[in-house]
């Protein structure tokens, strides 16, 4: 009784991982993988929080899709060609003398999407949209990155259906359950290990990041890339953390004598070009005036009529005030005269 007391204990302290075949759904000739399924709700969500921050900083209705008809694609192909060129182009070139699985190269259903190849692609694909639209990518970038930081922490969750990129062997009670017939479980350890859910801190993180960005944005109106910037250092911190715990193959630079994963350097650059954005949009930028949403010339007419109006009433008011007070000066004058 006892040992099965001890044998539930042990199930229900730790996070199960879903069973091989809930990682697809196979409907007829027609095959749906749960970690497609856990991007294309990243992107919903992410589409959706972007559209009421654009409208709410009175940008144009119906731009945000417009941007994204281009930006997803981009970003798509860009996290593809991080995971397939930097994380492991061994497996697909077949490099050291490995067999070459260029077949599986578009295979982005099977896992493998790297979100600092999707953030670089995704922003030129976002650039030549908002060029389109005649709109500022600034004014574009600060609305989409706590949407981007949603759609990361649905995402995460498509490696834990493919039971992947978890962390280092843990007793702590929600360590993660890999199947010892899975692929991805680590050679030389036994049935039952327990491991870092990796894939659940990262998650966590970002959701928290979602909400701090919301306030820093609600009390200091960031505007300029600042909340872009703000973006990449939170996530930057984020990632090196989760890198120091995660055992799946990576390369290892050395910089100035110290080796560290390829994606820790690239997490590290991203809290440094954060960290450099920032300080230049609030030292130099911030104190100028805001340039608005649209491109030069390319603002409708209604709100250059408004923009217009409401400069030559601030023209006339300041006209009055003048002329009242040359009024109250020649008064005085007349006074002092007469005196």
């Not at 009175?58 to 930006?71: F, K, L, S, T, Y």
């Not at 110290?258 to 609030?282: E, K, Q, S």
């Amino acid at each position: 009784m006892s040992a099965l007391l001890t044998a539930s204990a042990s199930v229900l302290a730790s996070i199960p991982s879903p069973p091989a075949e809930f990682s697809k759904l196979t409907i007829g000739p027609l095959t749906i993988h749960a970690y497609a399924l856990c991007i294309l709700a990243g992107i919903v969500v992410a589409m959706w929080m972007t559209n009421k921050r654009w409208l709410a900083k009175g940008g144009p209705a119906e731009v945000v899709w417009d941007i994204c008809i281009w930006a997803i694609p981009f970003g798509i192909v860009g996290g593809r060609l991080y995971h397939v060129l930097i994380t492991d182009p061994e497996y697909y070139f077949g490099l050291n003398g490995q067999q070459a699985h260029l077949g599986e190269i578009p295979q982005i259903w099977a896992g493998g999407l790297g979100i600092m190849g999707a953030i670089s692609l995704g922003s030129l694909g976002a650039w030549i949209a908002c060029r389109r639209a005649g709109v500022r990518l600034p004014a574009f970038l600060d609305a989409v990155a706590p949407g981007v930081l949603l759609a990361q922490a649905f995402g995460r969750w498509g490696n834990w259906f493919n039971q992947e990129l978890f962390g280092k062997p843990t007793t702590l009670p929600w360590g993660l359950e890999i199947d010892p017939n899975s692929y991805n479980f680590p050679p030389g350890l036994p049935p039952g290990t327990l491991f870092q859910p990796t894939f659940l801190y990262e998650s966590l993180w970002n959701v928290l990041g979602v909400f701090l960005l919301l306030a820093l944005d609600r009390k200091f109106k960031l505007r300029r890339t600042a909340m872009f910037w703000c973006y990449l250092i939170w996530y930057g911190i984020g990632r090196t953390m989760m890198e120091t715990m995660r055992i799946d193959a990576a390369d290892t630079i050395t910089i100035l004598g110290v080796g560290l994963r390829v994606h820790m350097w690239l997490a590290i650059a991203m809290v440094i070009l954060g960290t450099v954005g920032l300080i230049y949009v609030l030292t130099k930028l911030r104190p100028q005036p805001y340039p608005g949403i649209y491109l030069p010339g390319r603002a409708p007419k209604e709100e250059i009529e408004t923009k217009a109006s409401s400069e030559s009433a601030s023209e006339a008011g300041t006209g009055t005030e003048q002329s009242k007070s040359v009024d109250k000066e020649s008064k005085q004058g007349s006074e002092d005269s007469d005196d």
